[in-house]
C-alpha cells in the first residue's frame, strides 16, 4: 500500500470538485513521486484519465496489506464500491440476476453514423486543437501546479515508509515465534541489574515507535477514508434504503399470512376433509379389490395343476403369464408373494418340457403308426394344442424335432417293406442270410422292382400323411399370424378412440393401477370406485377359481371367468378361444412367424428328399455287385419309369423335385448306356467281321420296320404283333420309292439304332449319352466297312478270293441307306434335346461327311478298276482288220459285266454317272492311244477302222439297260486341229 502526503494527515482538495490529481514525473524530476493507496474501485472512471488505479500486484505487492486484504461486513458486500453502477447490483441481489439493463437494438428507423458524417466538423476543429496544444505547452497546467505543490510538502519520504514490511506481510502473526522476535526484540527485556532503566526506556522507545507505527496507518486510512466519502455515504444511504424496503415487506408477508390463514380455515378446511376422506373410502376399496386379486392369484399353482392334468398347455401358459403380470404390476411388492414369480418361473420351464416331451410322443406315434390308417392327421387337436404352446414359448426348434422323427421313420418303412417282402419269398432263408442288403440281393430282378414299386407306394403314403400334418401345423402358424395382425388392428384402433367419450376399458384399468389419484380425479373417485374395481378384476378373469363361490356371486357385474370355463381339454380348443390366446399372449414377430411357415414348407420339401435319398440307398445296395448295370433295355426302362413316376407324384405332393433318386438312376442309366452300348458294338463288329459282302434277303419284319419309320414312328414294333405274321422275304428293301440292296448286317444295324431311340424314348436322360454312342457305332461301322472292302480286309477275316464290283456297289448302296437315316435320327434326337444341347448334333454332320466320303471313294474305286483294264487292253490295240478289233470286244465284254455286277444294286442315275466316268476314262485312254500310233481323224482308211470300232463300242454301251440314252460324246478321242 502506498502512502499518503506526510505533510497533513487529511489531504486537501486542490479544486472545487474534490478530486486530487497526481503530479507528473517530468515537472519535478528531484522529487520522488509519491505512491498513494490503489483506489477501492480501481476501474472508476474520474475526471482525469491518469487517475485510474489498477488493482494490487501479484508480484510487487505480495508481501503488503492492502485492502483487499480486510474483511468487511454485509453492508460493504452489498454495495460494492467497484461497480459503477451500485444501484444495478442492488437490484440483481434483491430481485435477481435477470433485473439488470439490457442491450437495446439498434432502431431500424435511425441512420448508420459513420467516421464520414464527422470529417467536415473535424476539418473545421483542427487548426483550433493545434493552437490549444500551442497553449498548453507554454503554460503549465492545474494538476501540474497541484502536483508540484504536492511534493513540496512531502519531505522526501513517504511516512507509510517508516513502517517496517513486516507489519505489511499477508501472513502476519505474532503466534509465529520469528514474527514475535522480530516485533518484540528480547534485547530490550533482557536486562538486570544496573541495567533496568535502561532497559526500561528501550521499551518506552518501542512503544513509542509502536504508537507513530499505527498512527501512520490510522492517518493514511483516514485519508483514503475522505477520498472515498462520497462513496462511503452514497452507500450508507442505500443501506438505509434497503432496510426500509425489508420492514416495508415483512409487514406485507405478515399480513398475507393472517389473510391465507382465515381463507384457509373459512372456505378450504371443510372441502378439504370432504377429498380425504373420499380418498380415504376409494384407498379402502382398492385394499379391498387387492386382497381379493391376491386371494385369486394365491390359486395359481392348483389351477395349472388341473389344467396340466388335461394335456392343456396353451391354458397353463396362459394363467401363469397373466399372474406374472398381476405379480409384477398390481402385486409388486407384496412380501407372501415374494417366492411365487420363480416358482411359477420353474413351471413354466417345466411345461415347456412337458410340451418337448408329449411333442416327441405325438411325431413318433404319428408318423411310425400303420400306413393303412386312413385318418390323415392323429389326433388333430391336441396337435393343434401343441403348436399353440410351443409357439407360445417361442420353441421353434419342434420342427426340427419332427424331422429327425421323420428320418427315423423313413427308415423304418424301408426296414419294414424289406422284411415283409422277403418273408413272403420261400428261396431266401433269412436264418442264413441275415443282413437284409443280402437278402435283397439274392431276389430275382422282378421279386426286386416289386418290393421298389411297394417302397414307392408306402413312402407316397407317408408324404401325404407329412404334408396333412405339416398343413395343421401351417394353419396354426399362419392363424397366429393373422391374430397379430388383428391384435395390432385393435391396439390402433383404441390409441385412435382413446380420445373419444367411451374410452376402452384398459384405459380406466390403466387408471387404476396409478400409485395415487389426483385431486382433479377425487369427485369422480367416489361414482366410478366399484366400476373401476369391478374392471381392475376384468384383467384377471382368467385367474378365478371361485373356490367357494361367494366372490362370482357378490358382484354380478364383473365378466370373471369360472373354473369350469377354464377346465377345457385341448380337443375342445375352439378358433375362437386360440385367437384369443394368439392376440393376448403371443410375442413372437411377424418375421419369425413367417420364417416358421417357410420352414415348415422346407421341411416338407426335406421330407420328399429323405424319401428319395432312402430310395437311394436301397438303390445303390442293389446295384453294388452290378446287377442294375445287367438288365435288358425293356428292365431298365421299366425301372426308369417306375422312379420317373415316383418322382413326379413326390413332386406333385411337395412342391418341388427332389433330384437324389434321379441322380442315382442317371448313374446306373450312364452304365446301363455303357453297357448296352459295348454290347452292340461288339455285336456290329462280330457281324461285320463275319460278312461275306452278298446281297441279302430283307425279312418281312425289316420291312415293315422301315415302313413305320418312314410313318414317323422311330419305335421298334411289338413282338407279338411281327410273330403273327407270316410273309416272304424280299430281295431289295424298299425306302421312300427306293429299292435298297443290302447285306444282313445292315438290317441289324437299322435295328441297332432303333434300339437306340427307344431308349431315348423310355429315358430322356440320356439322351445325350445315347447320341454320343450312336454317332460313334456309326462311326465304327463306316471305318470297319472301309477297311474290309475298300481296304480288302475281308479277304483274311472272311476268307473271300477277291473284292468283286458287286461287293463294292453293295457296300456302297449300303452306306447310302445309312445316309439317308442320319438327318431322320437327328430330327429324333433333336426334338429330345434342351436348345443349349443342340451343338452335339455337330456328330451327324460329321459323319454324314465321313459317309459320302466313303461312297466317293468306292465311286471312284470302281472306275480306277475300269481304268486299270483300259490302259492294259488299249496299250495292245493296233488299227488293222479285222473289224471290230479283239481289244474293243474285251473292253465292250468288261463293260457288260461291270453293268450286270451294279444294274441291280445301284438306282439308275448312279449308273449312269457311273458309266459316264468310265467312258471319260475309255476316252482318256483311247485318245492317248491313238496319238501314239499317230491316228488322226482325216477322212484315211485308219480313220475309217476306228470309227467302226468306236460305232462297235457305242451300240455295246448304249445297248445296256438304262444306258440307251448315254451321251458318249465320243469325237473327244481325236485331237483337235489347230
Not at 493 to 508: C, F, Q, W
Amino acid at each position: 500500500m502506498a502512502s499518503s502526503h506526510s505533510s497533513s494527515p487529511v489531504p486537501h482538495p486542490s479544486n472545487s470538485d474534490g478530486i486530487f490529481k497526481k503530479e507528473r514525473n517530468s515537472s519535478t524530476k528531484h522529487f520522488k513521486l509519491v505512491r498513494s493507496l490503489p483506489d477501492v474501485c480501481p476501474k472508476e472512471p474520474t475526471e482525469d484519465s491518469h487517475s485510474l488505479c489498477d488493482g494490487p500486484s501479484v508480484v510487487a505487492d505480495q508481501h503488503r496489506w492492502t485492502v483487499y486484504n480486510s474483511k468487511v461486513n454485509l453492508p460493504a458486500a452489498l454495495n460494492d464500491p467497484r461497480l459503477a453502477k451500485r444501484e444495478s447490483d442492488f437490484f440483481t441481489k434483491t430481485w435477481g440476476l435477470d433485473f439488470v439493463e439490457t442491450e437495446v437494438m439498434p432502431s431500424f428507423y435511425l441512420p448508420n453514423v459513420t467516421k464520414e458524417h464527422f470529417a467536415p466538423y473535424l476539418q473545421q476543429t483542427t487548426q483550433r486543437e493545434k493552437i490549444h496544444e500551442k497553449c498548453k505547452n507554454i503554460c503549465p497546467t492545474k494538476d501540474e501546479l497541484d502536483t508540484v505543490s504536492n511534493l513540496s510538502n512531502n519531505h522526501g519520504k513517504s511516512d507509510l515508509e517508516q513502517v517496517p514490511k513486516i507489519f505489511m506481510k499477508p501472513d502476519f502473526a505474532l503466534d509465529d515465534p520469528t514474527t514475535f522476535n522480530a516485533v518484540l526484540p528480547w534485547s530490550h527485556f533482557s536486562g538486570a541489574g544496573g541495567k533496568g532503566s535502561r532497559d526500561l526506556a528501550s521499551s518506552r522507545l518501542l512503544q513509542e515507535k509502536l504508537s507513530h507505527y499505527l498512527d501512520v496507518v490510522e492517518v493514511n486510512i483516514a485519508h483514503q477514508i475522505s477520498l472515498r466519502s462520497e462513496a462511503f455515504f452514497h452507500a450508507m444511504t442505500s443501506q438505509h434504503e434497503l432496510q426500509d424496503y425489508l420492514r416495508k415487506t415483512s409487514q406485507g408477508v405478515k399480513v398475507l399470512r393472517e389473510k391465507i390463514a382465515q381463507i384457509d380455515k373459512v372456505m378450504c378446511e371443510g372441502s378439504l376433509r370432504i377429498l380425504r376422506q373420499a380418498l380415504t373410502r376409494n384407498n379402502c376399496v382398492k385394499l379391498y379389490n387387492k386382497m381379493k386379486l391376491m386371494a385369486t392369484v394365491h390359486q395359481t399353482q392348483p389351477t395349472v395343476q388341473l389344467l396340466l392334468s388335461t394335456s392343456e398347455f396353451v391354458g397353463a401358459l396362459e394363467l401363469i403369464a397373466t399372474t406374472q403380470e398381476v405379480l409384477q404390476q398390481e402385486l409388486q411388492g407384496i412380501h407372501s408373494f415374494r417366492h411365487l414369480g420363480s416358482q411359477l418361473c420353474e413351471l413354466e420351464k417345466l411345461i415347456d418340457k412337458m410340451m418337448i416331451a408329449d411333442f416327441i410322443t405325438y411325431a413318433r406315434s404319428d408318423l411310425n403308426r400303420p400306413l393303412e390308417d386312413e385318418c390323415q392327421v392323429l389326433e388333430k387337436d391336441r396337435l393343434e394344442s401343441l403348436v399353440f404352446g410351443l409357439l407360445r414359448q417361442r420353441k421353434l426348434d419342434f420342427l426340427e424335432i419332427y424331422s429327425d422323427e421323420m428320418i427315423i421313420a423313413a427308415k423304418s418303412i424301408v426296414k419294414q417293406c424289406i422284411i415283409n417282402t422277403v418273408l413272403q419269398i420261400e428261396e431266401i432263408d433269412t436264418e442264413v442270410v441275415v443282413k437284409l442288403a443280402d437278402q435283397m440281393r439274392l431276389m430275382t430282378f422282378p421279386q426286386w422292382f416289386e418290393l421298389l414299386k411297394y417302397i414307392f407306394a408306402n413312402f407316397i403314403l407317408f408324404l401325404q400323411r407329412i404334408k396333412a400334418t405339416l398343413s395343421v401345423i401351417r394353419n396354426v402358424v399362419l392363424e397366429v399370424l393373422d391374430g397379430n395382425q388383428k391384435h395390432k388392428l385393435a391396439e390402433s384402433a383404441v390409441a385412435e378412440g382413446s380420445a373419444g367419450k367411451n374410452p376402452h376399458p384398459d384405459s380406466e384399468i390403466a387408471y387404476l393401477t396409478h400409485e395415487g389419484l389426483f385431486i382433479s380425479d377425487a369427485f369422480s373417485a367416489t361414482e366410478t370406485s366399484s366400476a373401476g374395481a369391478d374392471c381392475k378384476n376384468q384383467r384377471v378373469s382368467s385367474l378365478r377359481t371361485d373356490p367357494g363361490g361367494s366372490d362370482s356371486a357378490s358382484e354380478p357385474d364383473c365378466p370373471t371367468e369360472s373354473s369350469s370355463s377354464r377346465e377345457r381339454t385341448s380337443s375342445s380348443l375352439t378358433p375362437g378361444a386360440m385367437e384369443m390366446i394368439v392376440s393376448e399372449g403371443m410375442m413372437l414377430t411377424d418375421l419369425e412367424l413367417g420364417r416358421v411357415a417357410n420352414n415348415i414348407q422346407e421341411l416338407l420339401y426335406n421330407a420328399s428328399d429323405v424319401c428319395h435319398d432312402r430310395c437311394v440307398k436301397f438303390l445303390m445296395a442293389r446295384a453294388k455287385d452290378g446287377s442294375l448295370e445287367r438288365l435288358s433295355s425293356s428292365e431298365f426302362v421299366g425301372l426308369s419309369q417306375a422312379v420317373e413316376q415316383f418322382v413326379q407324384e413326390t413332386e406333385e405332393l411337395c412342391g418341388r423335385r427332389s433330384m437324389s433318386l434321379r441322380g442315382a438312376l442317371q448313374s446306373q442309366a450312364n452304365r446301363f448306356v455303357n453297357r448296352f452300348h459295348e454290347e452292340r458294338k461288339t455285336k456290329l463288329s462280330l457281324l461285320l467281321d463275319n460278312e461275306r459282302w452278298k446281297q441279302a434277303e430283307v425279312p418281312a419284319e425289316f420291312q415293315d420296320l422301315v415302313n413305320s419309320i418312314a410313318d414317323g414312328r422311330i419305335t421298334l414294333p411289338d413282338k407279338k404283333q411281327t410273330a403273327t405274321e407270316d410273309r416272304k422275304p424280299s430281295d431289295y428293301l424298299s425306302v421312300d420309292g427306293q429299292k435298297y440292296t443290302v447285306v444282313g448286317t445292315v438290317l441289324l444295324l437299322i435295328r441297332i439304332f432303333l434300339e437306340y431311340c427307344q431308349c431315348v424314348n423310355d429315358i430322356p436322360s440320356i439322351a445325350t449319352d445315347m447320341l454320343t454312342r450312336l454317332s460313334d457305332l456309326l462311326k465304327h461301322f463306316n471305318s470297319r466297312s472301309c477297311q474290309l472292302v475298300l481296304g480288302a480286309g475281308a479277304l483274311q477275316v472272311v476268307g473271300l478270293k477277291t473284292i468283286t464290283t458287286k461287293n463294292l456297289a453293295l457296300a456302297s448302296r449300303c452306306l447310302q441307306l445309312i445316309v439317308h437315316y442320319i438327318p431322320i435320327i437327328r430330327a429324333h434326337f433333336e426334338a429330345r434335346l434342351q436348345p443349349k444341347q443342340y451343338s452335339i448334333l455337330r456328330h451327324f454332320d460329321h459323319i454324314t461327311k465321313d459317309y459320302n466320303d466313303h461312297i466317293a471313294e468306292i465311286s471312284a474305286k470302281l472306275v480306277a478298276i475300269m481304268d486299270g483294264l483300259f490302259e492294259k487292253v488299249l496299250s495292245k490295240y493296233e488299227v488293222k482288220a479285222p473289224m471290230p478289233s479283239t481289244c474293243f470286244r474285251n473292253v465292250c465284254k468288261q463293260m457288260a459285266k461291270m453293268h450286270e455286277a451294279i444294274y441291280d444294286l445301284l438306282p439308275e442315275e448312279q449308273t449312269q454317272i457311273l458309266f459316264l466316268r468310265i467312258n471319260a476314262s475309255f476316252k482318256l485312254h483311247l485318245k492317248r492311244q491313238l496319238a501314239r500310233l499317230n491316228v488322226i481323224n482325216d477322212g484315211g482308211p485308219q480313220h475309217g477302222l476306228v470309227m467302226v470300232d468306236i460305232a462297235f463300242y457305242t451300240g455295246n454301251i448304249q445297248s445296256l439297260k438304262t444306258l440307251e440314252n448315254l451321251h458318249l460324246n465320243m469325237a473327244e478321242i481325236w485331237e483337235q486341229k489347230r
